[in-house]
C-alpha cells in the first residue's frame, strides 16, 4: 500500500515539473494584461491532471519497480 502511496505521489510530483517546463515555454507567447494570470493560471489547472491522468497507466508499475529496487 505504502508503495502505490509513494509511486502516487512521485507521479504527482514528475506531471508538476513537466507542467512547470511547460508554463516556462508557453508564458512568454502569452500577452500581458488583465488576463494573462488567468490564463497562465487555467494553462495549469488543465495541463497538470491531464499530464497525470495520461501517465498513469505508464508509470503506475514502474515507478512501483523503482522504488523497490535494492539500493533504496
Not at 3 to 29: D, N, Q, W
Request: hydrophobic share 60%; charged share 10%.
Amino acid at each position: 500500500m505504502l508503495g502505490r502511496v509513494i509511486g502516487g505521489l512521485a507521479l504527482m510530483v514528475l506531471t508538476g515539473l513537466a507542467t512547470s517546463a511547460l508554463h516556462g515555454l508557453i508564458e512568454p507567447r502569452l500577452p500581458p494584461g488583465e488576463w494573462h494570470v488567468l490564463v497562465t493560471g487555467m494553462f495549469v489547472f488543465v495541463v497538470w491532471p491531464t499530464l497525470t491522468w495520461a501517465l498513469r497507466a505508464l508509470a503506475g508499475p514502474y515507478l512501483l519497480e523503482f522504488f523497490s529496487l535494492p539500493w533504496l
